[in-house]
């Protein structure tokens, strides 16, 4: 292969592939690049695409196994994430983007205005197309479980009325190309402030309620897998519902604020205390503090976590009884510690203990703020 540059016609790169030689004229920063020995990679540009995890879906506890597939199958990177409570406006708007979906269409313009429904957000290369495939569309319910809506999914029709649909519930909700995401992606971040958030479904359950905060650790990320969604997957069994979901990096600042409370105890009860406290912020944050400059500390971390609320009667204790003791080694079986802990530190997800510190931690992370909207304006 011989690469022509401009300005270098008579001493062009070559490299030799076998017998063959293919000359290619690049322009000059590609030139330079190959020149300088970089090794360059034919690659896309990154996209984004969104799944739309239906009501009906989020309720019956699927979040965590639809997660667990669009990471796993694609790839591709949980980019960010909100629950939402659509306008029928919004719902019709987004109707209105997907091409080659009728029952999806009519069924989303059919969903009761406020219905809770989580989207999920996914970056990487040919994001819309994997999405597309993994969670399939209305063409694609009638299999064994090859794609996401034919295991959570159902249609029901009749033969002897011509095939009428008696019931339809996708499950998940996917744009079919990169066009339709962007348009949908557009229509969300817009509704994002009004119609999303950390929401509330007091009414869903018969006496008191509360809420409580899980964050998945970043272990559970160490390359795409079904980690995340199974954490997820087995907080479902709680009961409870899920009413909030913001993915984040952690900062070391926020890292040093949270885990505060910890520092006293391991220096009182460990010769190297303080450094254990260190390798826990630097656990979640990506770096110790004693080695960040104050402008460090401020800027979000190098590790991915999912901060997620849930509601319902005793949320705290039974979150905590899903999640299991500190030490994985200590933790009964069925619990998220002994499923996908390794150690006291890297185990799986961390959960508020009380009403008080899930203000606390919330505070700290500041799950309240609207980063959907602002990702979303700037991927696209």
């Given at each position: ?86 306008s029928a406006k919004t719902l ?144 479902a069994r709680t009961g409870l ?100 802990g390794t150690t006291i530190m ?35």
């Open positions: 292969m011989s690469v022509r540059c401009p300005g270098h016609q008579r001493n062009p790169l070559t490299l030799k592939a076998g017998t063959s030689s293919l000359f290619v004229r690049l322009g000059t920063p590609l030139c330079r690049a190959l020149s300088g020995g970089l090794h360059l990679q034919n690659s896309m540009a990154d996209q984004i695409s969104y799944a739309f995890i239906t009501p009906s879906a989020l309720r019956k506890g699927r979040a965590g196994g639809v997660l667990a597939r669009l990471i796993s199958r694609s790839g591709l990177e949980l980019f960010t994430g909100r629950i939402f409570a659509p019709g708007d987004l109707a209105a983007t997907l091409s080659g979906q009728d029952r999806t269409a009519a069924y989303l313009k059919a969903l009761p205005a406020g219905a809770h429904s989580l989207v999920l957000v996914l970056k990487g290369e040919d994001a819309a197309a994997k999405v597309a495939s993994i969670v399939g569309n209305d063409a694609s319910m009638g299999g064994r479980g090859e794609t996401i809506r034919d295991t959570y999914g159902d249609l029901i029709e009749s033969p002897e009325e011509g095939g009428k649909t008696v019931y339809f519930e996708p499950g998940v909700i996917a744009p079919s190309n990169a066009a339709e995401a962007a348009a949908g992606l557009k229509l969300l971040a817009a509704a994002s402030d009004a119609e999303g958030g950390v929401l509330d479904a007091a009414a869903t359950f018969s006496g008191s309620t509360e809420k409580t905060l899980v964050l998945i650790k970043p272990d559970n990320f160490a390359f795409p897998s079904t980690r995340p969604g199974g954490v997820i997957d087995l907080f519902a899920l009413v909030g979901f913001k993915p984040f990096h952690m900062s070391v600042a926020q890292g040093e604020e949270f885990y505060g409370p910890v520092l006293d105890f391991l220096v009182a009860k460990l010769p190297d205390g303080r450094a254990q406290w260190e390798s826990i912020v630097a656990f979640m944050a990506g770096k110790r503090p004693s080695e960040c400059s104050a402008e460090e500390k401020s800027a979000p971390g190098s590790q991915p976590c999912v901060a997620l609320i849930y509601q319902g009667p005793d949320a705290v204790a039974k979150i905590r009884g899903a999640l299991g003791p500190t030490n994985p080694s200590q933790a009964p079986h069925g619990t998220i510690r002994k499923e996908f890297i185990n799986g997800a961390h959960a508020s203990d009380s009403v008080e510190n899930v203000a606390r931690e919330t505070g700290i992370i500041r799950l309240a703020e609207n980063d959907f909207k602002t990702k979303v304006a700037a991927a696209l």
